[in-house]
């Protein structure tokens, strides 16, 4: 929220959210707060190669 009064800036144009967000995100998920809590709840985080192996050793059901 903008405020003269407290000094804060105006949010971004809606351009610049979407940046804005990634940015935000990726700040926090390359953190040592998120690690941490990636190793509490024991969450792997993997990327899309390792869904397509996966997928790719499925046999086709038809």
Do not use: C, H, K, N
Request: charged share 30%.
């Amino acid at each position: 929220m903008f405020s003269r009064v407290l000094g804060r800036s105006p949010p971004p144009p809606a351009a610049d959210s979407g940046r804005l967000v990634r940015r935000t995100d990726y700040e926090f998920l390359t953190s040592p707060q998120a690690r941490e809590v990636l190793r509490q709840e024991d969450i792997a985080v993997i990327d899309y190669r390792t869904i397509q192996r996966v997928w790719s050793q499925i046999d086709d059901p038809r």
